[in-house]
């Protein structure tokens, strides 16, 4: 007996010494690196921005934004984020601040406060987002409904310029910037189903911004000329023309980059149109160009694909079209081949490039307006059923889905730890930039 317990006694104190040797082996060790991952990035109307595995599903981190309606109805909460240089630029919808988070760890750094408006007076809180901002070159653009597109530093969120629209028009779609210039679209002076239509293009130095006279390099139609177009989807660039559809004559606009100059140019130069193809609805998705062709939905339920040549626009000639059970004012996006569109249906569709033949659909709980977003072999879409999909590419299979407590309008960009947004080049421009700020 005695013997049994002096060799338990002598075991703990043995066990005891190893306890203590090893804690003080591992206590002067550095602490393990923290392990990040690739996040797919989307927020709802529930005012909540959410970082989600794209592999898995899980929720990496989530961020809520302040809820504020004061002097806008209680405008839903639109704008997608966008990351750049390992931040997150996140708007909200109902005030004048860009919030600036960690990507990594939704840590909010900064609040980016915009600063004056360019032509009009509005109250304070009449300022509202719906476009998603672009990024540059540490330049954060960001257009709004008060009629002002700004120019802010990402690092010190000063405005180092401001463009007003002449007749203090609203914002509504994501500038593109391409080739040194970016270019921006307006709704209209009285907006869609006012009666009143006057959209507008625009084109100015990305860096310097509008002249010392606040004009741009060019103005579609021109400065004082009344169009019937008023432009929500955000344009795209294909060298040498930008394409916009309109919300109000139901036509996409095909406009030089870099328009004809007279003997005796005015200033601004006057934006010249190439062709516009009229749909049987009016046209809220933003334009998807590649290889000579433009591809984009329609109010009419089709998805559109178009020859660029002004010869086929000139016979009304499409390439293809295909017919959905609904509005299609999500933004087609192609990959490897394949176009994705949502549509008011309910369901996403994966067509052929080539003849516009349906590879497969998947059918959510809700219409989608949320452009798709395809990436490593899955397509992310959200839904008005509250839910962000992860659809696989090659069959159309469901992988997973996870819930976000608000109807989705806004779409999902990818932060593949490379510090840049992986998006649609359509919904929020062209980024372009490798400098670091």
Not at 244 to 255: E, P, Q, R
């Amino acid at each position: 007996m005695s013997y049994r317990w002096s060799r338990t006694v002598l075991s703990l104190t043995v066990a005891s010494m190893l306890i203590t040797s090893c804690g003080k082996k591992f206590s002067s060790d550095q602490p393990l690196p923290v392990s990040y991952y690739p996040s797919v990035i989307i927020s709802s109307d529930n005012y909540v921005v959410y970082a989600i595995n794209p592999s898995t599903g899980a929720k990496n981190w989530q961020f809520s934004m302040p809820y504020d309606t004061a002097g806008t109805g209680g405008i839903p909460f639109k704008p997608s984020a966008i990351v750049y240089h390992e931040r997150v630029y996140v708007t909200a919808a109902n005030s004048d601040t860009v919030y600036k988070l960690n990507s990594n760890t939704g840590a909010l750094i900064a609040k980016l406060t915009v600063s004056g408006h360019a032509t009009v007076s509005y109250p304070a809180h009449f300022f509202t987002i719906v476009a998603t901002p672009i990024a540059d070159a540490n330049m954060l653009y960001l257009a709004t409904t008060n009629d002002t597109l700004y120019a802010i530093d990402t690092g010190t969120g000063a405005t180092k310029w401001k463009f007003g629209a002449a007749d203090g028009s609203a914002f509504n779609a994501s500038p593109v910037i391409y080739n040194g210039n970016i270019y921006v679209a307006t709704i209209g002076a009285g907006g869609v189903g006012s009666g009143v239509i006057n959209g507008h293009m625009y084109c100015m130095n990305k860096t310097s911004g509008p002249d010392a006279s606040g004009n741009p390099i060019w103005d579609y139609p021109g400065l004082g000329v009344v169009s019937n177009a008023s432009f929500i989807s955000s344009p795209s660039v294909s060298a040498p023309f930008i394409y916009a559809g309109s919300a109000s004559d139901s036509n996409m606009y095909c406009i030089y980059l870099n328009p004809p100059v007279p003997p005796s140019p005015p200033v601004p130069l006057v934006g010249v149109a190439n062709w516009t193809y009229k749909t049987g609805g009016n046209i809220l998705s933003s334009p998807t160009t590649y290889a000579g062709i433009c591809i984009f939905g329609s109010d009419d339920f089709y998805v559109y694909c178009l020859d660029t040549a002004a010869a086929s626009i000139a016979r009304n000639a499409y390439r293809w079209r295909y017919f959905t059970g609904g509005q299609v004012r999500t933004s087609p996006i192609i990959s490897n081949q394949v176009v994705y569109a949502g549509s008011y249906d309910y369901y996403l569709y994966a067509l052929n490039i080539i003849d516009g033949t349906k590879k497969w659909a998947y059918k959510t709980k809700g219409l989608i307006k949320s452009s798709p977003l395809p990436y490593n072999g899955a397509v992310y879409v959200g839904s008005y059923d509250n839910y962000l999909y992860s659809i696989d590419t090659a069959f159309g299979s469901l992988k997973w889905n996870f819930y976000v407590g608000g109807n989705i309008e806004s779409s999902p960009c990818i932060d593949d730890l490379s510090g840049n947004s992986q998006i649609n080049s359509g919904i929020s421009g062209y980024n372009t930039s490798t400098n670091t700020n």
